[in-house]
């Protein structure tokens, strides 16, 4: 009991998806970036706790949406988010989140349409940033990586013998 290979021990090493964070999506904020807007958007987990963050949008063609909510109510966090546009094909445009992230000394500035809070995070990000993947993604390699494992074990009992 508690051999190699035993338990779940494979579950430590994967990364944390997005699924498991709270998303912040342009879509969300559609018809709502102007200066002077604001409002709140509210999360609710499996669990049936909340959680909820507030925003506010200042500036004119280089608007800023400020994010401001409660970590682990105990720190009021209040992070700016530069928001950028492209033009689309027909006359419109679309809006970006710029990543306001500092990984390793460097700034980001990843545009991204969604900004994540991993459960261990302290501030939205963009989930390159983050290191966050895909549900789906785990679940389309977990054949391979058992079957790595499989041959791997394999060889280590042929060396055995």
Sequence with gaps: MGGFGSGNWHRFDRKLTVD???????????????????????????SGSKSSVDYFVT??????????????????????????????????????????????????????????LPPSARYFGCRKCHGLTYRSCQQAHQQERIFARVSSMETQLAALK
């Design 59 to 116: 500036g004119g063609d280089a608007p800023v949406i400020t994010l401001h909510y409660r970590l682990r109510d105990t720190e009021d966090v209040r992070i700016p988010v530069r928001l950028q546009s492209t033009p689309t094909q027909f006359g419109g445009e679309r809006w970006w989140f710029t990543c306001p992230l500092i990984v390793n000394g460097t700034a980001c500035n990843r545009r991204a349409g969604s900004l994540h």
């Design 20 to 46: 498991e964070s709270l998303t912040l999506a342009m879509p969300d904020l559609r018809g709502r970036i102007h200066a002077g807007s604001s409002g709140t958007f509210i999360w609710t987990w499996s």
